[in-house]
């Protein structure tokens, strides 16, 4: 039996975001900060009604697997693979100034100097699935800018592991060890990559193949979706993060020439159940305990610091890489949001006992702030676009 | 941090659902039976590489509250109005030859008179979630036959939650608070009609007024989903079956202007992932612990009498009010499976003392034969139809 409790979050979430996305909407702000907005006002930061929840976790879970998917199979293969050299640029110079404020900041409030440079690795990585859904909605995700930020993203990702993976083995205090886990962090990377871009070639085939035969068969976006959660499972036993696995699923469709029935059928699923739930989640983990005045200050500067690192850092690169100035800058704030990968390496290093656990609030506050902000930055950035 | 398994899990579900599920169509089964072999082959009765789960058991329940919603809005609301005495004769003749004949099996085999009595309980309830799917697969759940299978499984509801309440306040051995919690029982089911009743209608002329305002907006498929989960967890709320809400929320929904769009709509997010988890969740389940050669005995012929009992019983209670042969034994067959409610019925005796432990396994039995053999015989009976 299930706890029944969960048929009513299901539909107070609902509910709650669909109201608040209306209101947001009136209110000319994008409906994900409504969506988010009802999180938080159902849980426990303001009226408590809804406490996170394991259920609801992993349907938030699938909620975010899926937007990438769908986000993967929106993607204008031609323009990411002529982006790529950009998009790297773009994504070191972002993480190596958050990595650099965030460091400079945590020693500033006299953290040690280990636990300090773990603070920057916090806050150096990048979470797009606010992003992608704040540009689905204004219609942008295909564009220039767009494919640019969904490339650096990956790269971000891939970059701030391979520093988790350096950092927990030095602190792991086994020199011999360390390089010898860098390696195979490395080693396993170049692996899933390498299966993800093969395998990929194969499944797009499959897929061409099976569309030939059924047609618009339903079926087919079955398999789609169970092809998204298989790799989804790789990509984290290989080290990443799920939604990598599950954007580059959607790649591997993009140029299948069922495509769009298939991303017809799989956003429904994220548009009435999946999504709302994701979002929801992120604002019921909002929650102001241990917070001091001189955490909130730290916390703060932090946010500060994340928020500014990524608009100069990746929009320098992208100016670097030969953007206009808006495009530059609708990279660079395209990938201020942070969120699970924060949240993952924040709990990995409390657990590895590298991060005092009270730093914990800090980091849900930073995702929250950025998250929140993103969305509206962004509609400005690309309002003011044409000139 | 959720279990990435579940992933994996989730893959394979769909991938083996809807490979069997084209296998069987093939040798012209119904896919039902293809996504329930799935689950058993994948659980721990064959395979082994799915454990039953509590993230896979909350999405598998969604399945079926969602599947009924969906079978809800389909209603013909004139003929369940039309058809309601004589489902409501159908569902006592059934239920009565159920309770009827377990209590002999069981007494038959030495148990005691108040466990005898309980096994009969047990196998008397009706679960319509396998024969809507098989029904839909066919195109005939707006039949006629249709319609007073599902009416007959909402009586069939009431009747078995209220011979529980009565068998566990007799139980309790509390001979004054027995009559008491019956007369709860009562008036908690009559409180939740009237006020499905009437919050349905309100909820029907709300939609139509949103549907005037908004037009095809995907967000009233949203706000129906929430109103949905809403009702069946008010049902759980008020002791009867979380389905039962749900199916009612549909029927509420049912004579609304936009109710073929919300269909439409809702039908993706089942058949996509939620129908494949549910169907396959139901033969992960199966197990044969604890099977001794009297155990199985006794089992088979349960089994037989749960089949026969429905059959006879339902079959003749259409006969009786006037339905063809063809379209009692229909209606007979459609209200074969035994599911959740044998299977809450059965923990709930357990839980209680009045039924052994060991007697699990052959409920779990007794649901998924009944479920295999439902789609399989609907189909036969369906198609000797025209004649």
């Known amino acids: 039996m299930i706890d029944i409790n969960i048929l009513l979050v299901i539909a107070l979430i609902l509910f709650t975001t669909k109201i608040l996305a209306i209101f947001t909407r009136r209110i000319n702000m994008p409906q994900v900060v409504g969506a988010l907005a009802a999180g938080i006002i159902l849980g426990p930061a303001v009226l408590g009604v809804v406490e996170p929840n394991e259920a609801i ?20 293969f031609r323009q990411l693979r002529t982006s790529f050299k950009s998009s790297a640029l773009i994504a070191v110079l972002g993480v190596s100034l958050a990595l650099g404020g965030g460091f400079g900041i945590a020693l500033l409030f006299g953290m040690p100097t280990f636990e300090s440079f773990f603070i920057g690795v916090v806050i150096a990585s990048t979470s797009t699935s606010i992003t992608v859904e704040a540009l ?62 093969l395998g990929g070639f194969a499944v797009k085939k499959l897929f061409d193949k099976m569309y030939a035969v059924m047609g618009q068969a339903r079926r ?37 020439r069922c495509v769009e029935y298939l991303e017809t059928k799989i956003h429904e699923l994220s548009y009435i159940l999946l999504t709302p739930v994701f979002l929801a989640n992120i604002g019921i983990h909002a929650s102001l305990d241990g917070m001091t005045g001189s955490v909130l200050l730290f916390t703060g ?26 495009e530059s800058m609708q990279i ?44 509206l930055l962004l509609k400005r950035a690309y309002r003011q676009k044409p000139a």
Chains 1, 2 share one sequence.
């Open 332 to 375: 660079g704030i395209g990938l201020i949001a942070r969120g699970e990968v924060s949240i993952i390496i924040a709990s990995k290093g409390i657990s590895a006992g590298l991060l005092e656990p009270g730093r914990y609030s800090s980091v849900i506050i930073i995702v929250l702030v950025t998250v929140l902000i993103t969305p």
């Open 220 to 256: 087919l976006s079955v398999f789609a979706l169970a092809y998204c959660f298989l790799m989804a499972y790789l990509a984290e036993l290989f080290g990443l993060a799920d939604i990598t696995g599950a954007y580059l699923a959607g790649i591997a469709l993009c140029n299948t």
């Open 301 to 326: 500067l932090l946010v500060v610091m994340a928020v500014l690192s990524k608009v100069a850092g990746c929009g320098l690169g992208a100016k670097m890489c030969g953007y206009t100035n808006s």
């Open 136 to 197: 689905n909605e204004m219609g942008k995700l295909k564009s220039k800018s767009g494919t640019s930020i969904m490339g650096a993203a990956i790269i971000d990702d891939i970059l701030t592991i391979v520093i988790l993976a350096v950092v927990l083995g030095m602190g792991a205090g086994n020199g011999g060890f360390s390089i010898a886990s860098v390696g195979i962090t490395l080693l396993k990377i170049a692996l899933f990559f390498a299966f993800a871009t």
């Open 57 to 76: 976790s992993v349907i938030a879970e699938f909620g975010v697997i899926v937007l990438l998917f769908s986000a993967g199979m929106e993607t204008d």
